[in-house]
């Protein structure tokens, strides 16, 4: 019984062990803090191109990881952030950003939901302006008046 | 009969716009490379670790340029296209193999046969980088001065090839 439980001691030592080697063999190069933080902020803009709607930040895919190494090593020569994305746009394109510039091709991605926005709410204003028109119109001649009253009279005695 | 126009014009706007994009492939993301110089590179040989392959071996001919990997499931489909292609002699293929192992991509090789003059290894994918590769299989046409003029991402079918492809080489070649 006590060699047993010795046994899973050693067990579970070896696992913790192993476990602590593992987590150390995954971070090549990250050992500067502030190109860490510089590589975290880039790859939150940075679009990973495999899994499209995914920044490479979030992303697990290969090309990501190698895209986020080869920033890595750009940050820690002292590139800039804009120095580094005109890289990567270079090779990749615009569509590499995840917040896509504003030029020529992008303004309607920009502006187009501001103007259906303003397109919409003058749709609204003149609906508005219509039904107010509609509710000013006189309720009631005296004519009708005396016919609802005649009408609610005869509904009562019956 | 007036009042339904307008919603009629919006809905046909909306109906105009999907219709488009039933059409585009968001996989495509057009590549800035397009009419820029190829990036240059000197990688060691498949066949001959000691021999490597440049671009700049190929100033004067116009190439093609065929990123491929043994795992990758796509450049299954296009590689009897490519065979064909490189049996016709119109314009040499060279290709790139992509994060791969010299192993497995010989032995493809080997199993598929071999469209390419030569394979550049791209072991830890930095030139892949360079290319802006994100989708293998792609395909490069480069031009005599080294220009790309071309890139297809995805697998090179027959109807690429015929419509678009090889009009381009010959236009190239003509140059």
Redesign the interface.
Known sequence: MKSHLMYHLIALCLFVHSGSTWAEEARPLATNAVVEVQVQRLSEELRCLVCQNQTLADSHAELAQDLKQEIREMAAKGMTDQAIIDYLVARYGDFVRYRPPLKSTTVLLWLGPFALLLAGGFGLFLTLRRREKVALEPPLNADEARKVSELLEIDKES | MKRFLLPLVIFLVVVGFLFKGLNLD??E?????VNKLAPMFSLPRLDNPEQVFSPKDMLGKVWLFNVWASWCGACRDEHPVLLELSKTGIVPIYGMDY?DTRQDAQQWLDQGGNPYIATAMDI???VG????V??VPETYVIDKTGVIAYKQIGPVTDEVLRNKILPLVKRLQAQ
């Open positions: 968001p996989r993301v057009p590549s800035p490379l994060k830890d994918g930095r980088i360079n290319y802006g994100y989708g």
